[in-house]
């Protein structure tokens, strides 16, 4: 049996991270003199008791160098587990979820899918709306980098933990994994930073910039607002548009930048490519907007830019006319949001890396078949992609449209019509965090699902975030044998 002690203890370590974080929306809603402010008070002192009782537990379990099979559960368990803790402050206090809802809204949070089931964030206390940015911010890398903290004691270097993560470390522009975390943590916060004083300078409240500073960067999506970005339409999406590119770019071309060599950022090619699919999408549909809805030329290149921009990034923010987008235009939206953004980014879905190596493996494929003496190798970057590699995508490829499938079906037969199924769990899988249809249309949220779709949609986030293999992994029988 695989030896769980090293696993709990680290977790238990973070959960007295988490703990002390609850201290910050805690002190915001005391401050106003919201009662608000002692629930969070009550969920940080279950979380730190929690936490300490399980460090305590398993103080002397770390002797050895964690394997592989324990560094899975960790990342399994670190993005399933700690929700449970970070939705008590929903459960307690303002809103009173359900305990299944407010599970719900962590992990969404954590998974930066952005997703919601509540209505009336206007009138949440300033805590609780500052609580689902930081779950949002921590989501992003955040969780990774206090993972980080713990690897001395993992003794392994870190990288096994990457790995489990799908985190691509582009040929490992540092030696060290605990030397990443840290870097990476620098770059995240300076992001954020300059996200947070943008938003300031264009008129957004000091709750609003730093809620949405934190989710923009994470490309998380949760709100201050009801209506989102519509609060600041304007220069809010353009300004918005811009940190939603930076968040979803790979985050190791800012670790090569900031050593002084921007070469690599502009010659990636999943960046570049990233960027060329995305106004090609924002072009179609702004010239769809125009001359189909009569919308004029700039709120037309607008609001496309920044919905489409927040699908593709996996963020889930929304503005304008968003909400009731149909045919082409909702089209396009699923096949951005299914592709998704870069690998090495806080973003989700399929990733512009994963599909560019299945375009190129399918031209090569096509090229033998009408040249068959000629040897077709499929390349990346200009070097040859090998077969575990292509094996692996299309393991994943043939995973994510399956689950696509059967989560759909399974969420219509839960009474949720057709097209809010479909949607659903499409942004749940991508991590993508609004969907379509008709349950969707009156408020915005997923408020009028039943619980077995919400308990569906929380599965779909998981396994998005996650990259699908790693649930899927800890399934097998064979994994837990020795």
Same mark, same amino acid.
């Given at each position: ?11 238990? +370590?973070?959960? @007295? ?32 008791? $929690? ?26 368990? @670190? ?89 691509? $470390? ?15 943590? +620098? ?8 996200? @947070? ?210 989560? $759909? ?74």
């Amino acid at each position: 049996m695989i030896d769980m002690r090293p696993v709990a203890y680290v977790i238990g +370590r973070i959960l @007295i991270v988490l703990a002390i974080l609850m201290m910050a929306p805690a002190l915001v809603d005391l401050g106003d003199r919201q009662v608000n402010g002692l629930r969070f008070l009550e969920s940080a002192l279950i979380t730190g008791l $929690t936490g300490a009782c399980v460090v305590l537990s398993t103080r002397n379990a770390l002797r050895g160098a964690l394997s592989l099979k324990q560094a899975y559960l960790l990342t399994v368990g @670190i993005w399933a587990l700690l929700p449970l803790f970070g939705a008590l402050p929903f459960y307690i206090g303002a809103p009173h979820l359900a305990f299944s809802d407010a599970y719900f809204e962590a992990v969404s949070g954590i998974t930066t899918t952005g997703a919601t089931v509540i209505f009336g964030l206007d009138q949440l206390p300033a805590g609780m709306n500052l609580w689902r940015g930081m779950l949002n911010w921590l989501g992003g890398l955040g969780i990774a980098f206090i993972a980080m903290i713990f690897l001395p004691l993992m003794r392994v270097g870190g990288m096994q933990f990457f790995r489990t993560e799908g985190f691509d $470390t582009f040929g490992k522009a540092l030696p060290r994994a605990r030397d990443i975390a840290r870097e990476l943590a +620098r770059v995240y916060v300076i992001l954020t930073a300059l996200c @947070i004083c943008a938003y300031g300078l264009i008129g957004m409240t000091a709750l609003d910039a730093v809620v949405n500073g934190a989710a923009t960067i994470a490309t998380g999506g949760f709100s201050p607002s009801d209506i989102s970005f519509e609060k600041y339409s304007g220069a809010g999406e353009y300004v918005g548009t811009v940190f939603m590119l930076l968040g979803s770019l790979p985050y190791v071309r800012y670790l090569q930048m900031l050593r002084g060599d921007a070469r690599p950022f502009w010659q990636d090619e999943q960046a570049r490519a990233y960027l060329r699919w995305l106004c090609g999408a924002v072009v179609m549909v702004t010239v769809w907007q125009h001359f189909h809805a009569g919308m004029p030329w700039e709120p037309a290149f607008r609001q496309s830019l920044f919905n489409l921009t927040s699908i593709m990034s996996s963020t889930g923010f929304f503005s304008g006319t968003f909400a009731s987008w149909g045919g082409f235009m909702l089209i396009v939206a699923f096949l951005v949001g299914m592709v998704g953004a870069c690998s090495g980014s806080s973003a989700a879905g399929l990733s512009v890396f994963r599909v560019q190596i299945a375009l190129a493996a399918l031209r090569a494929h096509l090229a033998q078949i009408t040249r068959p003496n000629t040897v077709a190798l499929v390349k990346y970057g200009g070097r040859r992609v090998e077969n575990d590699v292509l094996n692996g995508l299309i393991l994943f490829f043939t995973g994510y449209i399956v689950i696509l499938g059967v989560l $759909t079906v399974a969420m219509s037969l839960t009474g949720v019509d057709t097209l809010s199924s479909l949607f659903a769990v499409w942004t749940s899988l991508g991590n993508v965090g609004y969907g379509f249809g008709p349950l969707v249309l009156r408020t915005g949220t997923f408020i009028d699902f039943p619980q077995a779709a919400i308990a569906i949609m929380t599965l779909a986030m998981l396994l998005g975030r996650l990259g699908l293999l790693a649930i899927m992994v800890i399934l097998l029988p064979s994994f837990w044998r020795r």
